[in-house]
C-alpha cells in the first residue's frame, strides 16, 4: 500500500476554504480531514473526536512537551493544535491528509516535515473577498476590516506556498487541488519500488 502525503489548505477568511474542502470530501474516502485538539470548551453540538478532541490544560502541556503536535498556537487563552498520532495513523493506512491551517500554522509544520505540500488557496480578486466577507452577514464591519487587513498579509506570503488555486468557483478549485494531489503521487520517489 502507498503511504498517503500530508497537505496543507491555507487561505484568508472569506476564501471559501470551507466549502471547496466539503466539496473535494464529497466523493473521495482516501481523504482524511486532521481533526484539532483545543482546550478550549465545546460549544453546543459539537462533538469530541468529530469537531475538535477536547482535551485539558494540563494534558495539551503534556502533548507540547511529548513534541505530540505537528503545530501548535494559544488563540484567545485556549490551546490548538494538530497530533501527530491522527495524522500518521491516516497516512500510514494510504490515506491523504487535509490540515486547514493559517500561515503560522504551516510555517510549524514545514519545519518538521519539509516534504508537506502546501496550497494556498486564493480569492479572484480582492473586490471578490471584501464581498464575500460583507456578504457573510456575520461579522461587524470592524471585524471585517481586521479580517481584510490579515488576508493582505497572509496573500503576501503566499509565494512560499508549493502551490497557488485561485477559488473562481468551487468546482475548478476543486479539480485544481485533485490535480495537485495526483501529480504529488507520480513523482519517481513514490513509484520507483515498482523496481524492486
Known amino acids: 500500500m502507498t503511504k498517503g502525503k500530508t497537505f496543507i489548505i491555507s487561505g484568508p477568511s472569506g476564501v471559501g476554504k470551507s466549502t471547496v474542502l466539503r466539496e473535494l470530501f464529497r466523493d473521495r474516502e482516501d481523504l482524511y480531514f486532521s481533526i484539532s485538539a483545543t482546550t478550549r470548551q465545546p460549544r ?26 505537528l503545530e501548535y498556537a494559544e488563540y484567545v487563552g485556549n490551546f490548538y493544535g494538530t497530533p501527530k498520532r491522527f495524522v ?24 518538521k516535515r519539509p516534504e508537506v505540500v502546501r496550497i494556498f488557496i486564493a480569492p479572484p480578486s480582492w473586490e471578490a473577498l471584501e464581498k464575500r466577507l460583507v456578504g457573510r ?60
Not at 48 to 69: C, L, N, P, S
Not at 99 to 105: C, F, T, Y
Open 44 to 69: 453546543e453540538g459539537e462533538v469530541d473526536g468529530v469537531h475538535y478532541h477536547f482535551i485539558d490544560v494540563d494534558r495539551f502541556r503534556q502533548m507540547i512537551q511529548e513534541d505530540a503536535f
Open 137 to 196: 452577514g456575520t461579522d461587524s464591519a470592524d471585524k471585517i476590516q481586521k479580517r481584510l487587513v490579515r488576508a493582505k498579509v497572509e496573500l503576501q506570503n503566499a509565494n512560499t506556498y508549493d502551490y497557488f488555486v485561485i477559488n473562481d468557483t468551487v468546482e475548478q478549485a476543486v479539480r485544481e487541488i485533485n490535480a495537485i494531489m495526483l501529480a504529488e503521487h507520480c513523482k519517481p520517489s513514490d513509484r520507483m519500488d515498482i523496481l524492486n
Open 88 to 111: 500518521d495513523e491516516a497516512m500510514e493506512q494510504g490515506k491523504d491528509v487535509i490540515l486547514d491551517i493559517e500561515l503560522q500554522g504551516a510555517i510549524q509544520v514545514t519545519s
